[in-house]
T-cell receptor, first 116, second 113 residues
Framework: DSGVTQTPKHLITATGQRVTLRCSPR?????VYWYQQSLDQGLQFLIQ???????AKGNILERFSAQQFPDLHSELNLSSLELGDSALYFC???????????????FGEGSRLTVL | GDSVTQMEGPVTLSEEAFLTINCTYT??????LFWYVQYPGEGLQLLLK?????DKGSNKGFEATYRKETTSFHLEKGSVQVSDSAVYFC????????????FGSGTRLQVQP
């Protein structure tokens, strides 16, 4: 158990809808990272938050947004969903902003989104 | 931009066979290199890492050597077990100013008894 909790584990919805994925980082971790894993692609970095502030942005669509709350949990909001958004969404956490520099990212089990 | 290329899977081996999973990378500067493993139904876990050229990372019988001249970080294990069946991801990070890991597409390993 990595200590990172993601909910829901599975989600099925229709095109055009909006969903929210939730992540609770390990106790004491200040950084949260979101990654997307599609069937034919590797893990694509979406966005990072550190202590409530956005710190780095990757290949995140404008239809997607995220935030980190004062209790350090994070939510990833996906709107106007398309079939191509079907993927496994991972959250990871680390102690600080340098977490990725040492490789010590702790991953949740992922949220599998299916858009029909 | 940065990229990581891994060999296509699945890789199917018999128990006690030798394992190699190839990984090559493209990045400027001197990235740190990592192998993560994802067991069925679980999240990714850091398996091993190397932060500079010629470093060898090792853990749980797995090894990988950072080869800057060939921009490679191949994963090896001398004798695989059924419990090693998982998806293996190679990743890199260019360090200061880059906070996210760049991952390869993953290689599924299936070990048969």
């Amino acid at each position: 158990d990595s200590g990172v909790t993601q909910t829901p584990k599975h989600l099925i919805t229709a095109t055009g809808q909006r969903v929210t994925l939730r992540c609770s980082p390990r106790s004491g971790d200040l950084s949260v990272y979101w990654y997307q894993q599609s069937l034919d692609q590797g893990l694509q970095f979406l966005i990072q938050y550190y202590n409530g502030e956005e710190r780095a942005k990757g290949n995140i669509l404008e239809r997607f947004s995220a935030q980190q709350f004062p209790d350090l949990h994070s939510e990833l909001n996906l709107s106007s969903l398309e079939l191509g958004d079907s993927a496994l969404y991972f959250c990871a956490s680390s102690v600080g902003t340098s977490g990725a520099g040492t490789g010590e990212l702790f991953f949740g089990e992922g949220s599998r989104l299916t858009v029909l | 931009g940065d990229s990581v290329t891994q060999m296509e899977g699945p890789v199917t081996l018999s128990e006690e066979a030798f394992l190699t999973i190839n990984c090559t990378y493209t990045a400027t500067g001197y990235p740190s290199l990592f192998w993560y493993v994802q067991y069925p139904g679980e999240g990714l876990q850091l398996l091993l890492k190397a932060t500079k050229a010629d470093d060898k990372g090792s853990n749980k019988g797995f090894e990988a050597t950072y080869r800057k001249e060939t921009t490679s970080f191949h994963l090896e294990k001398g004798s695989v077990q059924v419990s090693d069946s998982a998806v293996y991801f190679c990743a890199l990070n260019r360090g200061t100013g880059r906070r996210a890991l760049t991952f390869g597409s993953g290689t599924r390993l299936q070990v048969q008894p």
